[in-house]
């Protein structure tokens, strides 16, 4: 794929950019490793002064780097400036709590003393460089919420983000200096997805995390661990929407159609097979499919676009055959699931119902406005039909009773249970999946921690 921005509204290339070669690649490296010897002995007050300063930036900068995210990507603007605030606000709070988060732990005086010490503590240090390979669909989001982190941790981080939004990529790396970052803290690296392998294996570079599709994730964690390095993965998810008959059906009709076309449909944990319990199917199907027709699809600089187009002609191909082979195998289109005439990547909010586990789309992610709905005739079916996917990163409940939200939160395979609303993101509480979803935690303690050395000291007695 060419380094390059295409506006997923026309297929209209606008600009492109060369990959960097092996000596600039070279020179990233060393500038990295240099910045890291320097950057990791600043204090947390020095850096929280640099990330504060970066915040602010880029909440003066939102408006216009909301347009380049759209004109990338094809997000609604008015959900790429709403990304943007999202990042600043991430940004202060790692300022502001990572002292706290990082703060040495004193150990137990009776443990010390059992173990022939003074004293115990566990310390955090930064493991240096950091290679992200991140993706197109939250192109700020995504690394921001591995940036904060591990800027404010010590490390220093190398982007390598998706080919189609370059500009977005060289505005990270011109934020971080503007804020006043040393050189090298925060580069973008222009390559192929084929030069990954070779940076990831420099051992210049301690860790990497990847946020993408499974196959990415596999060939990075390979490498990786040949290389005996740490990974963080955050890969597909499939995630279940499940309504029980105690729950409020309108306003979970409601927040579904959100849950479902967040970002054009394109997100990991947008809710995408919905499953009902048969006494409310009928009532939930009904406003859910009307909500879904009702929305507005366009340009996606348009502040009244609720969905705008995929980001990538074969994303929209691949959505596509997932809807087909559904149809064809005797699902029923509720709505949409016909490409539109005219020149973008445009694809209609879908809904099908009657899935099969025979359906592609039943075990597949669907990468797009499309939604599935299952019939389910009582919470042990549901369990079973929302576990029946080889993802787990989130997960979405409905009800009130609090014997089935306890059976939910116990049995659903998944990194997050939300309950009675839609699964979200936030800089507080930990963000990962299980199963081929991927390892590890971003966001909150557990993910300033993912990319420390977590050191035990010993004082002898």
Same mark, same amino acid.
């Given at each position: 794929m060419p380094i390059a921005t295409v506006n997923p509204a026309t297929g209209e290339t606008l600009k492109t950019y060369d990959a960097l070669g092996p000596e600039e690649i070279e020179h990233r490296l060393a500038t990295a490793e240099a910045a890291f010897h320097t950057h990791r002995t600043t204090s947390l007050a020095e850096r929280s002064?640099?990330?504060h300063r970066a915040a602010d930036l880029l909440d003066e900068d939102a408006q216009d780097i909301a347009r380049v995210m759209t004109t990338e990507m094809g997000k609604p603007v008015k959900q790429a400036r709403a990304e943007a605030a999202k990042c600043a606000k991430a940004m202060r709070w790692y300022a502001d709590h990572a002292e706290k988060l990082l703060a040495d732990?004193? !150990?137990?005086?009776?443990?010390?003393?059992?173990s022939g010490a003074s004293r115990v503590l566990v310390r955090y240090r930064p493991l240096g460089p950091v290679l992200a390979v991140m993706?197109? &669909?939250?192109?700020l989001w995504q690394v921001i919420r591995f940036a904060a982190p591990a800027l404010m941790a010590g490390n220093v981080g190398l982007l390598k983000h998706a080919s189609n939004v370059p500009q977005t990529a060289l505005y990270l790396e011109d934020l971080f200096r503007r804020a006043g970052y040393p050189e090298g803290c925060f580069q973008t690296l222009l390559i192929g997805s084929g030069a990954v392998e070779d940076v990831l294996r420099d051992p210049r570079i301690k860790a990497a995390t990847l946020t993408g599709s499974e196959p990415a994730g596999r060939a990075v964690a390979s490498v990786a661990g040949d290389e005996v390095k740490k990974t963080v993965l955050e890969l597909g998810g499939s995630d279940p929407y499940v309504v029980m008959p105690s729950a409020d059906v309108e306003r979970a009709a409601q927040i579904a159609v959100t849950a479902r076309v967040q970002n054009n449909g394109q997100s990991c944990i947008a809710a995408k097979r919905f499953i009902v319990h048969t006494d409310v199917f009928d009532a939930f199907a009904e406003r859910f499919t009307a909500g879904m027709k009702a929305l507005t699809v366009g340009d996606p600089l348009d502040e009244t676009t609720d969905v705008g187009p995929l980001s990538t002609e074969q994303g929209r191909g691949d959505l596509e055959e997932l809807v087909d082979d559904a149809v064809e195998s !005797?699902?029923?289109?509720?709505? /949409?699931?016909?490409?539109?005439?005219? @020149?973008g990547w445009y694809y209609p909010p879908t809904v099908l119902a009657d899935i099969t586990p025979e359906m592609r789309i039943h075990l597949e992610e669907a990468f797009g406005p499309v939604a599935t709905l299952y019939r389910a005739a009582d919470l042990d079916e549901a369990l079973a039909i929302a576990n029946d996917t080889p993802? /787990?990163? @989130? @997960? &979405?409940?409905?009800?009130?009773?609090?014997?089935?939200?306890d059976r939910f939160v116990r049995d659903l395979e998944a990194g997050g249970v939300y309950v009675n609303g839609m699964t979200a993101s936030h800089p507080s509480f930990?963000? !990962?999946?299980?199963?081929? @979803? /991927?390892? /590890?935690r971003e966001l909150s303690g557990h993910g300033i921690r993912e990319f420390c050395n977590i050191t035990t000291v010993w004082h002898g007695a």
């Open positions: 002064t640099l990330m732990e004193e !150990g137990d005086p009776a443990d010390a003393q059992d993706p197109w &669909n939250f192109p !005797g699902a029923t289109v509720l709505c /949409g699931g016909e490409r539109p005439d005219g @020149s993802f /787990g990163l @989130s @997960s &979405n409940v409905w009800t009130r009773d609090e014997t089935e939200i930990p963000f !990962g999946g299980v199963k081929r @979803s /991927g390892y /590890g």
